[in-house]
């Protein structure tokens, strides 16, 4: 089993969709947890950090349930610019697990 | 103010030469990462520094990767000899402590023919 797995995409969804990535984790120790971008042949930018109690950033909102070890990431209104790879990261003692990715294209 | 840098961008040789790839971290980050990316594997920590003291390098493949931190404004990979199965793009990133987000250079794309 992957220590970080998502959502295998594509996710091709039309402009001012809601769209939801999920991701689970196997560490029950794991310490901290972000969610990544990445553009195509460019680096990952962080996204935003997850917090237990649930964060949002504008159009953005992180879930993190430790007890079934899964982060969740919505986008509502999605914009063709959010068209990228969501990277679900887990902090392990200062390693970062990075999932596969889930692709995101966000069509006019 | 400066991300983190990575040089070259790209690098594109032979089999059985030797490849340095370098990364300057961002100022006062006491944590210095390299990664791998490749189609099949993902994104893969090779090895990690604190304090320009290697912490973890568990993810490096083999021996014919090594890598150094002199001090606290520079790093080198370096694969030696190189082979086709090593063409990936390589990551360097930085953080201020463990728990941090860590920031990514642009990467260098190495082809090895």
């Known amino acids: 089993r992957k220590e970080v797995e998502q959502d295998p995409g594509p996710f091709n969804v039309p402009e001012g969709a809601t769209v939801a990535f999920n991701c689970t984790y196997s560490?029950?120790?794991?310490?901290?947890f972000f969610w990544y971008r990445q553009d195509c042949r460019k680096e990952p930018k962080l996204l935003m950090s997850v917090y237990s109690s649930g964060n949002e950033d504008g159009r953005f909102t992180a879930q993190l349930n430790r007890a079934s070890q899964y982060i969740s990431l919505l986008i509502r209104d999605s914009k063709l610019s959010d068209s990228a790879t969501y990277l679900c990261v887990v902090n392990q003692g200062g390693k970062l697990i990075f999932g596969q990715g889930t692709e995101l294209s966000v069509k006019p | 103010d400066a991300g983190v840098i990575q040089s070259p961008r790209h690098e594109v040789t032979e089999m059985g030469q030797e490849v340095t790839l370098r990364c300057k971290p961002i100022?006062?980050?006491?944590?210095l990462f390299w990664y791998r990316q490749t189609m099949m594997r993902g994104l893969e920590l090779l090895i990690y520094f604190n304090n320009n003291v290697p912490i973890d390098d568990s993810g490096m493949p083999e021996d014919r990767f090594s890598a150094k931190m002199p001090n606290a404004s520079f790093s080198t990979l370096k694969i030696q000899p190189s082979e086709p199965r090593d063409s990936a793009v390589y990551f360097c990133?930085?953080?201020?402590?463990?728990?941090?987000?860590?920031?990514f250079g642009d990467g260098t794309r190495l082809s090895i023919l």
């Open positions: 560490n029950s120790a794991s310490q901290s």
């Open positions: 100022s006062g980050h006491d944590y």
């Open positions: 990133a930085s953080s201020y402590t463990v728990n941090q987000p860590q920031h």
